[in-house]
């Protein structure tokens, strides 16, 4: 386990002085909205407000997990413990990142612990679902995911699922056996809500279809276009074999502008968009597609390290500013209003989208 602690904080550090980001865009310039001139509101009327899970929140943008347990956990906690004020501040949930470090070492927990600084922030656990396979050895339960929730006092826990990680690691987890049977026997149990994350290759919409069917709360797409977990194996990967495999799947996955549109239109289920968000028109497109949140990690992680929670808030006033002003534009009062203006599908989005579902019915219900 003393691994797996090493093996976040490389990752932490490639992030920061790498590019670790996809070589392809989210999809999201595929998207339009049309220029509303007669907008008939008042820009400061624009309400941001998202309801999920029963909880109210004041913007629609989500901190995805990114850490815990890292070596000398001082610094995961930092990072933590400055994004966890943030969304305090903001009213906005928070994940953290995954705690299979914690349920192993429990001494990590602190790492973990934002509820000191951040009492009324809804909080998301973390843990993965190769740890849940019927062919892990000591497979977790419901009970390593009570602990994950309750030691730290979360809301809710993300199962976050990364075949595209493990399978380019040389260490990674490659059993994905009998892991939906799993997650549907934790969810029959388990009292708090669970989403499914992907963290940068997307969730189609069988896959969506089956989370759904076992009773999963929300959908986390994390799409192809943000950070790529291949690109960061690629730079921890120790000799030629594994520099190729990892450089050739750099760019493997679903968009997330696509992934969006496919989950909206085949469950409803709540989604929050993640995976290469970098402005408030594209998370207010992800929005009208039907998202109830747009989530974003790397751009949070470079004044997260620092403890600088001025500038993390300053990152995502930027694009709610941004969010607020297309929707004046295209004359949204609200969220619920987004989701109703007119959307125009081009180019390789529309090709996807076009053999994969209704189109013209999707966007006409989102
Ligand atoms: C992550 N992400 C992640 N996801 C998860 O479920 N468990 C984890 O432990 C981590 N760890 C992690 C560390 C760092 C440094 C980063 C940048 C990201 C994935 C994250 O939640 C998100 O899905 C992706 O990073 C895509 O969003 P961005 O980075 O493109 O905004």
Redesign the pocket.
């Known amino acids: 386990e003393e691994l797996t602690i090493i093996r976040?904080f490389e990752?932490?550090e490639h992030?920061l002085r790498r590019n670790v980001?996809a070589h392809v865009s989210n999809g999201f310039e595929d998207v339009h909205f049309v220029h509303m001139s007669l907008p008939e509101i008042d820009k400061d009327e624009v309400d941001l407000s998202v309801e999920f899970l029963g909880r109210k929140f004041d913007y629609p943008i989500f901190i995805?997990?990114?850490?815990g347990g890292t070596r000398g956990s001082q610094l995961a906690g930092k990072i933590n413990k400055t994004l966890a004020q943030a969304a305090q501040e903001l009213n906005i949930p928070m994940?953290v990142?995954?705690q299979r470090a914690m349920i192993r070492k429990p001494e990590t927990w602190e790492s973990y612990y934002v509820r000191d600084v951040a009492p009324d922030v809804f909080l998301v656990g973390?843990l993965g679902a190769p740890q849940f396979a019927e062919t892990m050895p000591g497979r977790y339960g419901v009970e390593e995911a009570l602990k994950a929730v309750e030691t730290i006092q979360a809301d809710a826990l993300?199962i976050?699922l990364?075949p595209l990680q493990e399978s380019v690691q040389p260490e990674g987890d490659t059993q994905y056996r009998g892991v939906l049977k799993a997650l549907a026997e934790l969810k029959a149990e388990f009292p708090y809500p669970i989403i499914a994350?992907?963290?940068?290759a997307g969730v189609s919409m069988e896959v969506a279809i089956r989370l759904e069917s076992i009773g999963i709360d929300a959908i986390?797409v994390?799409g192809l276009g943000?950070?790529s977990w291949s690109a960061v194996e690629y730079y921890r990967a120790k000799d030629e074999m594994g520099r190729n495999l990892a450089l050739r799947f750099w760019d493997w996955g679903i968009k997330t502008a696509i992934s969006v549109a496919e989950v909206r239109y085949s469950t409803d289920l709540p989604i929050i968009a993640?995976?290469?968000?970098r402005d408030g028109i594209m998370m207010a497109k992800a929005l009208a597609m039907g998202a109830t949140f747009a989530?974003?990690?790397?751009?949070l992680?470079r004044p997260a390290v620092k403890g600088d929670v001025e500038g993390v808030i300053k990152v995502l006033q930027r694009y709610i500013e941004e969010i607020r002003n297309a929707m004046f534009l295209v004359g949204a009062k609200n969220v619920e209003e987004l989701r109703k203006v007119p959307l125009v599908v081009t180019g390789f989005t529309r090709e996807w989208l076009e053999q994969r579902i209704e189109l013209a019915s999707y966007l006409r219900g989102r």
Do not use: R, W
């Not at 995805?64 to 850490?67: E, R, Y």
């Not at 994350?197 to 940068?200: P, S, V």
């Not at 989530?295 to 751009?299: D, I, K, Q, T």
């Open positions: 976040k990752h932490i992030c980001q995805a997990g990114m850490t994940g990142g995954s973390n993300a976050h990364n994350k992907e963290t940068g986390d994390g943000g950070t993640t995976g290469g968000m989530g974003v990690a790397l751009p992680l």
